[in-house]
């Protein structure tokens, strides 16, 4: 597909919105479907955009305009649904994607939101957003650029995702994509698997039960028991596994509430060659041991080829049976719709969250999403599990105690001060004597100014040499001649000469 240059820097801001993406990509897709008039659309049903097709599926947005279920109502809930019609027990799509809704005119004012990774696989055919946005920020006009994300009734919603390939460890991180805890607290978690061999094409339909050494998850013992030509001629042709409590007499009153998966994968490779299905809430007491699925998987389906890894998942007559539940414990968690504000995406980790098959309201039935038309088969309505998000922890800020010394009786950590002994002035030499000032710092005089304290001066009264003058002086006492005198000539212009 090509994209303009608007849509091309589109993507890419949706791409930065991605967590997680240390993977191997093997697909992505840009998808957008543009509402012309948003308030004909009903609120009470969900609305399907046209079909689309990527990574050899048949792919389409549920939109809810108010809300999933009753516990979203005022929310716009987006999902994305996977035609699974035509899909065999390896179809494992590990997904990231970023949904989100644009001004119809502009593609800079717009609202996305991503979710962990989730798996799409045969039974798991829709992931999404309960809460995408709220609808009173729909018509929101912007700060800057005066758009809403809904003008002139009109709107964008779209999808971008990566389809990643499935690697070592994704079989783990599915399964627990894949319960749902709702708000209680998960008190225990435990992972077993049964290496089973000798597999075989027993055709005398025995229904007796193989069963897995035994292993502990909390204060229980457990055990797999394994039906490989079903439990009951009713499931001959399925595989019927169980999770089994061997002391169920452990909590009689109360019972150990416990949500988990059952599966069923190859020894060797644990990508893409398995197949799992999600238990119920379930209460294990002494009336009720057990808990698991009469039909499983179809024993045909063992032996089907994945188109990626070319294994099944029953190679050299063996496979491996197990199990990974939850266990909870007393008391739930708070749950609570935050409103989410524009042009921010959500990074809460939260659970993996399946849409409701397609339900109309109006007729009561089921509707085929491949198809407009309701078939007659009626089905009660959905009940779906309460959105989850794990309460943020805060780590407790750590400040040290202030201390303050005690006040005002306790005396201070500080010893008083010590001035320093006082040091006089040095010795003062007074001019033209050659004896000092006896050193004050011993004995300082009474009196400075009585001078008997002090010893005579050595020196006698200094007496001034006579005069000695220069050679070509006069005597004393004889006064220096008169200066020369010239007479003025009054009557004559000419100054006066020395003849």
């Known amino acids: ?10 993507i890419n801001k949706l791409k930065g919105d991605l967590k997680d993406t240390n993977h191997e990509i093997i697909g992505d897709y840009f ?17 399907y955009s046209p079909e689309f097709n990527a990574y050899g599926h048949k792919w389409k947005l549920e939109l809810y305009p ?23 027990c390896t179809v494992h799509l590990p997904l ?31 992931c999404g957003h309960p809460n995408l946005l709220n609808t009173s920020q729909l018509r929101v006009k912007s700060e800057y650029s005066k758009r809403s994300l809904i003008e002139n009734n009109k709107c964008v919603f779209g999808v971008y995702f990566v389809i990643y390939k499935n690697e070592k460890g994704f079989l783990k991180r599915e399964l627990a994509c894949n319960i749902d805890d709702e708000d209680k607290i998960v008190q225990n978690e435990g992972f077993y698997e049964w ?22 998850v909390g204060n229980h013992r457990w055990n797999i028991e394994l039906y490989k030509n079903g439990d009951g001629s009713d499931n001959k042709h399925y595989v019927s596994v169980y999770l089994k409590c061997l002391n169920p007499e452990l909590y009689e009153s109360e019972g150990t509430w416990v949500n988990g998966v059952l599966f069923v994968r190859n020894c060797e490779e644990d990508t893409d060659c398995f197949y799992f299905d999600t238990l119920e809430f379930r209460n294990f007491n002494k009336n009720n041991v057990d808990w698991g699925f009469p039909q499983l998987i179809k024993k045909k389906e063992l032996y089907v080829k994945s188109k990626s ?15 990974y539940f939850h266990i909870y414990g007393k008391g739930s968690k708070k ?25 109309s309201v109006s007729d009561n039935t089921y509707s085929n999403p491949s198809s407009n038309s309701a078939s007659n088969t009626q ?5 779906s599990p309460p959105y989850q998000s794990p309460p943020y922890q805060s780590p407790p800020y750590q400040n040290p105690p202030y201390q303050n010394p005690p006040y005002p009786n306790a005396p201070y950590p500080n010893p008083p001060y010590q001035y320093p002994p006082y040091q006089y002035p040095a010795p003062y030499y007074y001019p033209g004597n050659a004896y000092p000032v006896p050193n004050l710092t011993e004995s300082p005089p009474q009196n400075l100014n009585d001078r008997s304290q002090y010893p005579p001066f050595p020196n006698p009264s200094y007496q001034y040499p006579p005069y000695q003058g220069p050679s070509n002086a006069n005597p004393p006492n004889q006064e220096p001649p008169p200066p020369p005198y010239f007479p003025l000539n009054t009557n004559s212009s000419n100054p006066p000469s020395k003849n």
């Open 309 to 323: 890894s070319n294994k099944s998942i029953i190679e050299k007559d063996k496979c491996i049976i197990g199990a």
């Open 66 to 88: 108010d809300g999933c279920d009753d516990f979203y109502r005022g929310n716009i809930s987006l999902f994305l649904y996977k035609d699974g019609s035509n899909d065999d």
């Open 31 to 47: 998808y957008e479907w543009k509402i012309e008039n948003w308030d004909k659309l009903s609120k009470e049903e969900c609305v």
């Open 379 to 383: 089905y009660p309505p959905y009940q």
């Open 335 to 359: 749950i609570e719709l935050e409103n989410q504000t524009l042009n921010d995406s959500i990074n809460k980790p939260t659970s993996s969250y399946q849409s409701p098959p397609p339900y």
């Open 1 to 10: 597909m090509t994209y303009n240059k608007e849509q091309f820097e589109f």
């Open 195 to 216: 290496e089973v061999k000798y597999w075989g094409n027993d055709r005398s339909y025995d229904t007796t039960p193989e069963k897995s050494p035994s292993f502990t």
């Open 96 to 126: 990231n994607r970023v949904f989100f809704i644009r001004n119809y005119y502009d593609n800079n004012y717009y609202h996305s939101a991503t979710l962990p990774i989730e798996y799409l696989s045969k039974s798991i055919y829709s």
